[in-house]
């Protein structure tokens, strides 16, 4: 995948298009390889980096939603699960199962999922991950060791789906481009462009090079997450705002926190939020919260309260309480929530998908979760399809490979996320042994990775490969700002670029990356 072919093809092209896709986070990419695998010609812009936005900052989970159960929203969580069965089979290299314990205190008056858990499973059906079971107070302090035993009863066990979100955004780019679609990082929208009444198009910016472009399309999807109010109200300066955008944190710890391969699931915290600690890529990521917040951003912020939140819940349950010093790493993140009336909180408010047709043609989809992606961009794809007047062409994706399939891998090959591409990596190294060097001793990550994310991966900057090739940004935000400078001279040997890039490089990554930590 390699962005000045992609370019080559956007400039090189005057006809139409059949879709153009604004964004490329979860829900864009999902509508763009559903097009493309359709045999549409598919065209997907997105202003930054693709999985920039929210989708690079999930729990990392792919679920059903246990907590839509309790609000009885059968349906929700019916169609998650599905999704995620679908999901594990699709990419088996970044989605594994993940063993959840809800732990039971003497204390604790709130609901408890015993019998709950049962439900999920039978919702999973065939696509179940393994049934849940209770455990005695000795089992479950076995599976946790790091679990508050004091007035410990014992736990619940069930099962779910963990996967890396910005590794998944990126195959499914990749995955697009296989379909003949053409994904675009770094090219923003700014306008449309009109037939009478009804759009016919965009305007869109190269935000590498300034070059501006006229882009015709049949149909326009706008799938821009919490932007989604902005990109309406280019296509009518008086659109209604339909997006609440609600903040969630995690903070990042040690894996001694939480030493073993289960996760913590507590299903309600004082705010009535689910608070989940989970082990992800040899860390422990514990979050989050449901925070209201006035304006959007591509960089939030987590705010002072959201934090002492999470730590003060963690210590809770946790035989050791973290601290502000433990923290590695916080990220926010940006729930896109598709308003209720007035009064709601945002912990209350649906998180099922909204797919709505203006009367000037343009698409917006929002709302929804990573899980659901796939569902979305089908549903999207049937409707626009429609309003396009295109010929009907069947939906693939549920039994569509995705960039990397692999099935047998040695889950402890620090490459093994790269699935079927982990072999190319491995080749850089053969060719030239210096490339096997790690850039910090605190990351797994390899030289050879940054050859392997700017020639396959459209990496771009320094950030595009600490925050979202590897995660390095979300592990350990120091060492990644160690790691910066060795990253951004393998940068501009491949890209071609001066010393100067590489410094102005530098200097802008530490910036970002230290908004990352807390001391
Ligand atoms: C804290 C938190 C935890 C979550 N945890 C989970 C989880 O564990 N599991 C799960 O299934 N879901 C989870 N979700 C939900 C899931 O992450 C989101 O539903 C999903 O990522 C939203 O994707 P999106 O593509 O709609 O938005 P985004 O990822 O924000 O993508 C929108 C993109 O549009 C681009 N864009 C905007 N304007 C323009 C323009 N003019 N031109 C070009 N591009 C533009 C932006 O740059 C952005 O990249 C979580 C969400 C949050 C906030």
Not at 3 to 31: Q, S
Not at 280 to 305: C, F, I, N, Q, Y
Not at 310 to 335: C, E, M, N, W
């Amino acid at each position: 995948m390699n962005r000045e072919e992609m370019i080559k093809k956007v400039a090189g092209y005057d006809g139409y298009w059949d879709f153009v896709v604004i964004g490329g986070g979860a829900t864009g990419l999902g509508v763009g390889l559903d097009a493309a695998s359709r045999g549409y010609k598919t065209l997907l812009l997105e202003q930054h980096d693709f999985s920039k936005g929210t989708s690079s900052r999930s729990t990392k989970l792919v679920h059903g939603g246990v907590r839509y159960l309790r609000q009885g929203n059968i349906s929700l969580v019916l169609e998650a699960l599905h999704e995620r069965g679908l999901l594990i089979r699709n990419a088996p290299h970044l989605v594994s199962h993940q063993a959840f314990i809800v732990p039971n205190y003497e204390w604790w008056n709130g609901p408890f999922y015993g019998a709950g858990m049962k439900v999920y499973d039978l919702l999973a059906g065939r696509l179940g991950l393994g049934s849940s079971k209770h455990l005695s107070k000795e089992e479950t302090l076995k599976r946790i060791p790091t679990l508050e035993p004091k007035g410990l009863r014992g736990g619940v066990v069930y099962f779910d789906g963990q996967f890396d979100d910005s590794r998944l955004a990126v195959n499914l780019a990749q995955t697009m481009v296989e379909h003949g679609g053409v994904p675009l990082n770094y090219m923003k929208v700014t306008g449309f462009t009109w037939a009478g009444e009804m759009i016919d198009g965009v305007t869109a910016k190269n935000m590498e090079t300034g070059d501006e472009y006229e882009i015709h399309s049949r149909v326009v999807v706008n799938a821009t997450g919490v932007f989604t109010d902005e990109v309406l109200k280019m296509e009518n300066p008086g659109a209604e705002p339909i997006i609440t955008p609600s903040q969630g944190v995690h903070v990042v710890l040690d894996k001694e926190f939480l030493p073993g391969d289960s996760a913590i699931m507590v299903p309600q915290t004082t705010d009535g939020r689910v608070l989940f600690a989970v082990p992800w890529h040899d860390k422990v990521v514990v979050g989050t919260t449901d925070t209201e917040v006035p304006d959007v951003s591509l960089e939030p912020r987590a705010l002072e309260e959201e934090i002492k939140f999470i730590l003060d819940h963690a210590a809770i349950y946790l035989t050791k309480d973290p601290t502000r010093d433990d923290i590695q790493s916080v990220f926010a993140g940006l729930r896109p929530l598709v308003k209720a009336g007035e009064g709601k909180s945002t912990a209350a408010i649906s998180r099922d998908h909204y797919l709505v047709v203006s009367e000037s043609g343009l698409v917006t989809i929002t709302g929804g979760k990573w899980t659901t992606y796939r569902k979305m961009g089908e549903d999207t794809v049937n409707q626009a399809a429609l309003v396009a007047g295109l010929k009907d062409q069947p939906c693939i994706t549920k039994d569509l490979r995705i960039h990397g399939w692999l099935k047998h891998f040695d889950e402890h090959d620090p490459l093994s996320y790269y699935g079927s591409d982990a072999i190319y990596i491995k080749k850089i190294v053969n060719a030239d042994p210096a490339m096997g060097e790690k850039l910090h001793k605190k990351l797994s990550y390899i030289r050879a990775e940054v050859i392997w994310a700017v020639r396959e991966e459209m990496a771009r900057t320094v950030e595009d490969f600490l925050a979202r090739r590897s995660r390095a940004l979300f592990l350990d935000a120091r060492a990644s700002i160690d790691a910066a400078p060795e990253v951004a001279r393998i940068m501009a040997e491949e890209l071609g670029y001066d010393r100067k890039w590489q410094m102005d490089q530098e200097n802008a990554y530490v910036g970002l990356a230290k908004e990352y930590l807390l001391t």
